[in-house]
């Protein structure tokens, strides 16, 4: 009589356990905060991620994850299958980068309150240009790091740079177009 051999099956997953004092990190943001429509944000800027555009894929879009340090609400998924969602302090959230966001470039790891203040004709701009966005930020401390592009996942606007995408080592600086600061403001509304 021949053994038969239990049929292979895929493992049991095992019960997951954590220690004191830690929590989950997968790096992904539970959810997106616009600071314009809902209020300001309290947390510690950690990293960014680029893509090209929604709205125009040769322009690049960044969007900043912060480490939340209180609770606020956060919209979750875009479109019809957008809803908002409550997320508690140390979670992490993104929020779409846009013009008037430049200092924020440098204050990697402090504890920021960013909130938005309204809009600003830039002078000597064509006047079908939209005002730039203007945003205060208070810091715990009066610098920090430059906060580290973690993620770049642009193909068509590989090659544009702004204050948030400086050009590629070895990269031909001919060859690269500089995005000007009211070009900054086309966010998408998710990722």
């Known amino acids: 009589m021949a053994k038969t051999s239990p ?10 356990e954590t220690r004191e004092g830690l929590r989950k990190n997968s ?8 600071p314009e429509t809902q209020g300001s944000i ?5 990293a960014a991620k680029a893509s090209d555009s929604k709205l125009d894929s040769t322009k690049p879009s960044v969007f900043v994850i912060f480490e939340l340090l209180e609770d606020c609400k956060v919209t979750e998924g875009s479109g019809e299958d957008a809803a908002e969602v409550r997320a508690k302090a140390g979670d992490m959230v993104g ?4 013009g008037g966001m430049r200092s924020l470039r440098t204050m990697g790891g402090l504890k920021v309150l960013m909130q938005y203040v309204g809009e600003k004709k830039l002078k000597d701009r064509p006047a079908a240009q939209s005002p ?10 009066p610098t ?6 973690i ?3 642009r193909k068509d606007s590989r090659d544009v740079v702004n204050a948030w995408l400086p050009p590629a080592k070895g990269a031909p600086v001919s060859q690269t177009r500089v995005r000007e ?3 900054d403001a086309d966010e998408d509304a998710g990722f």
């Not at 790096?27 to 616009?34: E, H, I, Q």
């Not at 920090?144 to 592009?149: F, K, L, N, S």
């Open 181 to 183: 600061p009211g070009e």
């Open 42 to 46: 309290y947390g510690i800027p950690r």
């Open 7 to 16: 049929s292979p099956s895929s493992p049991t997953p095992r019960k997951l």
């Open 27 to 34: 790096g992904d943001v539970v959810g997106f905060r616009d």
């Open 132 to 141: 730039m966005k203007v945003y205060q930020f208070d810091t715990d401390k």
């Open 151 to 153: 993620e770049d996942n």
């Open 144 to 149: 920090g790091t430059t906060i580290p592009i």
């Open 95 to 98: 929020v779409w980068v846009k």
